[in-house]
T-cell receptor
Framework: EAGVAQSPRYKIIEKRQSVAFWCNPISGHATLYWYQQILGQGPKLLIQFQNNGVVDDSQLPKDRFSAERLKGVDSTLKIQPAKLEDSAVYLC?????????????FGPGTRLTVL | GDSVTQMEGPVTLSEEAFLTINCTYTATGYPSLFWYVQYPGEGLQLLLKATKADDKGSNKGFEATYRKETTSFHLEKGSVQVSDSAVYFCALTPHTNAGKSTFGDGTTLTVKP
């Protein structure tokens, strides 16, 4: 079974530029998560999709971050414009069962550096 | 809101030593509890979980028991190996609030031969 795929693995941009990350979850998984992990901290949930609907985006800075999950499969997370404090690893995860606590399967992450 | 507090690291042990990594949580209701592990150069992966009070999760010699009275989920292993060197994250997922997960800040374990 293929795992969660993410790209790119690394990205370096200047502040005020835009960047997009892509995630392809495990086939058949209903729930998709985007996390931000700042160095030395645990993952912080940015947005959670169930199929192609948003179930939680309370910690997503909506003035600069956006995310979509078209057709309930893969997803993109965009930052526009980026700030220095956005430097972090962006993790995508998916889980099979919707609506109940379930094991999350994580991708390798995208390490973003904003200069 | 929900929170998870983990024992601060880093933790350095000799091979075959006993390991405890403390984890306490604050949550409304009774969440499911998880330990995830991140080996060097790899993504997070589930180590073990418990879904209700008094449940014990176990995997690869690691154990953790869901203690409702002390709101804790401490990770233990009787004899660590060099290959256990990793970062360990405690996490909770509530059964309400759309299952929004909260993670601790991680504890780095280094095991020396």
């Amino acid at each position: 079974e293929a795992g969660v795929a993410q790209s790119p693995r690394y990205k370096i941009i200047e502040k005020r530029q835009s960047v997009a990350f892509w995630c392809n979850p495990i086939s058949g998984h209903a729930t998709l998560y985007w996390y931000q992990q700042i160095l030395g901290q645990g993952p912080k949930l940015l947005i959670q999709f169930q199929n192609n609907g948003v179930v939680d985006d309370s910690q997503l800075p909506k003035d600069r971050f956006s995310a979509e999950r078209l057709k309930g499969v893969d997803s993109t997370l965009k930052i526009q414009p980026a700030k220095l404090e956005d430097s972090a690893v962006y993790l995508c995860a998916s889980s099979y069962i919707a609506g109940v606590p379930d094991t999350q399967y994580f991708g390798p992450g995208t390490r973003l550096t904003v200069l | 809101g929900d929170s998870v507090t983990q024992m601060e690291g880093p933790v350095t042990l000799s091979e075959e030593a006993f390991l405890t990594i403390n984890c306490t949580y604050t949550a409304t209701g009774y969440p499911s509890l998880f330990w995830y592990v991140q080996y060097p150069g790899e993504g997070l992966q589930l180590l073990l979980k418990a879904t209700k009070a008094d449940d014990k999760g176990s995997n690869k010699g690691f154990e953790a028991t869901y203690r409702k009275e002390t709101t804790s989920f401490h990770l233990e292993k009787g004899s660590v190996q060099v290959s256990d060197s990793a970062v360990y994250f405690c996490a909770l997922t509530p059964h309400t609030n759309a299952g929004k997960s909260t993670f601790g800040d991680g504890t780095t374990l280094t095991v020396k031969p």
